[in-house]
């Protein structure tokens, strides 16, 4: 999964992560909205816990097509045992574009997720395996 520890804020200056990526699945509520509403990625807790910080309230994924899709981290769903999920109706846009969405029941493609900065993400575009 991802090396380096997480993203660290002080005062005006943030320290970079090392390079590093973190391995998502996505998500859908099983709706499969044209819109793209309730589509999303699903983060493990092990990484939950070690890249983001329930206090910044929302992330920023930048996606592979230029957009910038804004979570809200700062709910319960997203750290409690089972959830864990980063939902944006962008998010749920860009895989119904690239016909990642919707996926064969049980086998949502796995995502790479690669912490920038703080609360900033970047989507890869690539599958993994």
Not at 15 to 20: D, I, P, T
């Amino acid at each position: 999964m991802g090396t380096g520890g997480p993203p660290v804020g002080a005062g005006s200056v943030t320290v970079v992560l090392n390079r590093c990526t973190v391995i998502v699945k996505a998500w859908s509520n099983g709706a499969h909205h044209p819109t793209g509403a309730g589509y999303g990625l699903k983060v493990s807790a092990a990484d939950r816990d070690r890249y983001f910080r329930r206090e910044w309230g929302t992330a920023t994924i930048e996606l592979p097509n230029g957009v910038c899709a804004h979570v809200n981290i700062d709910k319960d769903s997203f750290w409690n045992t089972s959830c864990r999920e980063l939902i944006s109706h962008e998010i749920g846009q860009w895989l119904l574009h690239t016909r990642l969405a919707p996926w064969t029941a049980d086998e949502p493609p796995d995502l790479l997720l690669e912490p920038i900065v703080r609360n900033r993400f970047r989507l890869d575009a690539n599958l993994i395996g």
